[in-house]
């Protein structure tokens, strides 16, 4: 399986996404700053993931969330309950 994960950074409002074949190898890769993009903005929790069955699936799927409507539908269909946390 491959996963698009989202995480959000306990500093402050923002979030990243990515895709990985281990969430928890990758999410702890993130918190030890092994990641030039989130290093400024941990520590990072994991908001959600999405299981898929393939790379390409998971990479297109990485893309589509980084985008204006991607954005939107996560806000909206998975990261909704954390607006009100």
Request: cysteine-free.
């Given at each position: 399986?491959?996963?698009?994960?989202?995480?959000?950074?306990?500093?402050?409002?923002?979030?990243?996404?990515?895709?990985?074949?281990?969430?928890?190898?990758?999410?702890?890769?993130?918190n030890?700053?092994?990641?030039?993009?989130?290093?400024?903005?941990?520590?990072?929790?994991?908001?959600?993931?999405?299981?898929?069955?393939?790379?390409?699936?998971?990479?297109?799927?990485?893309?589509?969330?980084?985008t204006?409507?991607?954005?939107?539908?996560?806000?909206?269909?998975?990261?909704?309950?954390?607006?009100?946390?």
């Amino acid at each position: 399986m491959w996963y698009v994960y989202i995480l959000k950074s306990k500093r402050q409002d923002w979030y990243y996404v990515g895709s990985t074949d281990n969430v928890k190898k990758r999410f702890s890769e993130h918190n030890r700053g092994e990641n030039q993009s989130t290093e400024a903005y941990a520590p990072l929790e994991l908001s959600a993931y999405v299981a898929v069955k393939t790379e390409e699936i998971a990479r297109e799927l990485e893309k589509y969330f980084k985008t204006g409507s991607g954005k939107a539908v996560l806000k909206k269909r998975i990261l909704s309950d954390e607006a009100s946390a």
